[in-house]
């Protein structure tokens, strides 16, 4: 059973950084797609980045585009999400998914996850 914690997020003014991680407890993230979404309040869920842990292929979707990087520390075992420029829309929980059988736009795009965390708020405000 793979388990996800996140953690990391918080305040931030526009124009501001957080950086997001993702720790697996419990088993290793080898052999996974990880993906950060997020979920503002009255929104449907939205695949932020993703990531194969392996061979480190990446997907992000337009709204976060160079702006949001996502990487891993295969020995931390570990999954970040750095995120510069924040914008108030940015606002929303943020929650760390995986899937062992999925690929990264599968994952984002399409929501395809087995396992997810409990999720960490992050707040832009003016």
């Known amino acids: 059973q793979l388990q996800l914690v996140e953690s990391g997020g918080g305040l931030v003014q526009p124009g501001g950084s957080l950086r997001l991680s993702c720790v697996a407890s419990?088993?290793?993230?080898?052999?996974?797609?990880i993906g950060w979404f997020r979920q503002a309040p009255g929104k449907e869920r939205e695949g932020v980045s993703c990531?194969?842990?392996?061979?480190?292929?990446?997907y992000y979707a337009d709204s976060v585009k160079g702006r949001f990087t996502i990487s891993r520390d295969k020995v931390k075992n570990t999954v970040y999400l750095q995120m510069n420029s924040l914008k108030p829309e940015d606002t929303a929980v943020y929650y760390c998914?995986?899937?062992?059988?999925?690929?990264?736009?599968?994952?984002?795009?399409?929501?395809?996850?087995?396992?997810w965390g409990q999720g960490t708020q992050v707040t832009v405000y003016s």
């Open positions: 998914a995986a899937d062992s059988i999925t690929t990264v736009h599968n994952m984002c795009v399409n929501g395809i996850y087995g396992y």
């Open positions: 419990r088993s290793t993230l080898d052999y996974y797609t």
């Open positions: 990531i194969n842990f392996i061979d480190g292929s990446t």
